[in-house]
């Protein structure tokens, strides 16, 4: 490896709590996924290596070309927050009510005989997963809502690796409390607990109880073409929460991996109906866990977000299956009537009008700003060259003055000589 030291040392990282029942195969691939176009880290398929025992979570050691690389992983998937910037659907790879274990790989020890053993790695590793270190979700929580970040080292250089301020080390596992995430904590995650208000029904937010199988394959998509072209029609970057009562009471949807895949399917197969199109960085889709009010994870139960940007430029409105709608205070209007549909027409021609104007004018103010300075620099210089002639025409007269003088001098001297002789 390229930045390898000459002692022959990996700059591997071991990631653990990986999923029991997921085939090796299928969790290389998601890794290899999440490493080199995640991360931007470059690597081969060879270079993951992954372990387990029959009934227990598997583990991998991803080995690395630098220590560049392996800090910069441990960075990145150290905390809940810089993870979920990144993208990747973490639950497919981690054992469920599980938190994945980032750390750094020990260095293979190296026997008498010159032999690397991998036995004493694995014993290591082992020691680390069965430790008080191990924490589910549901404990970390209700323990004054500490969430463990697992982004320490098994080695002793475990100082050498770069840790984000507001982070604290115990026990080689490092740990961060709730209060710390108001004052923008590293490694928070978005969660809500059961029972908390949302507040009021606005023009950017409408709730919907949902829940069951009835309701995903009966109203789901009704729900999100319905208050999408709503969101959209009104110019406003607004959010469509299921899991939600209408008074904002959250209660979340029970939601397991299967559902929610199926859940992201029927969204992005609606989405697709909607016309004009919607492309895919102009919407997203997040299932935000939920915890009981003592604490605990309330397993497999979340709240659906399904969120959609403003339109900047709104020269046509959307509609699904034929039908447009748009946005009021708490509610949405529609289908709406041709006849209203030509009334906004005519109100968003107006409107583009006025901005054509307005663009008209300011173009015209700037020019004539343009000109005015031009003025201003072309007086400017008109001064300065009539005040450099009056200072040429001066000093050419003081000269002619001087001279004059001299002349009058000598004519004075020459008169004078010529009166003594006679």
Not at 22 to 46: C, E, P, V, Y
Not at 100 to 125: F, L, R, T, Y
Not at 223 to 233: A, I
Request: aromatic fraction near 6%; hydrophobic fraction near 30%; charged fraction near 30%.
């Amino acid at each position: 490896m390229d930045d390898q030291s000459e002692t022959g040392e990996e700059y591997a990282v071991f990631i653990g709590n990986l999923k029991k029942d997921a085939s090796k195969t299928d969790l290389k691939r998601k890794l290899f996924d999440l490493f080199k176009h995640h991360l931007k880290i470059g690597l081969k398929f060879h270079d993951i290596k992954l372990k387990g025992r029959k009934n227990k979570p598997k583990y991998a050691f991803i080995h690395l070309q630098s220590k560049i690389d392996r800090d910069m992983a441990l960075n990145l998937l150290g905390s809940w927050e810089s993870r979920s910037q990144l993208s990747f659907g973490f639950l497919h790879i981690v054992e469920p009510t599980q938190i994945i274990k980032v750390c750094v790989k020990k260095p293979d020890v190296v026997s008498k005989a010159g032999m690397k053993s991998d036995s004493n790695q694995e014993k290591h590793h082992e020691q680390y997963k069965n430790s008080d270190t191990k924490t589910k979700m549901e404990n970390t929580h209700s323990q004054h809502k500490q969430c463990v970040i697992s982004a320490s080292h098994i080695s002793e250089d475990s100082e050498n690796v770069p840790i984000k301020a507001g982070w604290a080390r115990k026990s080689k596992t490092v740990h961060f409390s709730s209060n710390e995430i108001d004052d923008g904590g590293q490694g928070s995650i978005k969660h809500y607990e059961e029972g908390e208000t949302l507040g009021n029904e606005t023009r950017d937010k409408e709730f919907k109880a949902g829940g069951g199988d009835h309701y995903i394959n009966k109203n789901l998509k009704d729900h999100v073409s319905k208050y999408l072209c709503g969101f959209l029609n009104s110019s406003q970057r607004g959010t469509l929460y299921i899991g939600v009562k209408d008074n904002g009471t959250v209660v979340g949807i029970e939601c397991d991996q299967h559902t929610e895949d199926n859940i992201r399917i029927k969204i992005d197969q609606t989405v697709k109906t909607i016309k004009p199109a919607i492309f895919p960085q102009n919407y997203h889709v997040d299932f935000i866990p939920i915890y009981h009010t003592g604490g605990a994870l309330k397993y497999n139960y979340k709240v659906l977000e399904i969120t959609v940007e403003k339109v900047e430029t709104l020269t046509q409105l959307y509609e699904a299956a034929g039908e447009v709608y748009i946005r009021r205070d708490g509610s949405v209007q529609g289908p709406l009537k041709p006849s209203d549909i030509q009334e906004w027409s005519k109100q968003i021609h107006h409107k583009e009008l006025q901005k054509a104007l307005k663009r008209q004018e300011d173009e015209n103010n700037k020019i004539l700003e343009l000109e005015k300075q031009k003025i201003n620099l072309d007086m400017e210089r008109e001064k300065k060259r009539l005040q450099k002639e009056k200072e040429q025409e001066i000093s050419h007269l003081q000269k002619q003055i001087s001279e004059v003088k001299e002349e009058n001098k000598y004519l004075k001297k020459h008169k004078s000589k010529v009166c003594v002789v006679m």
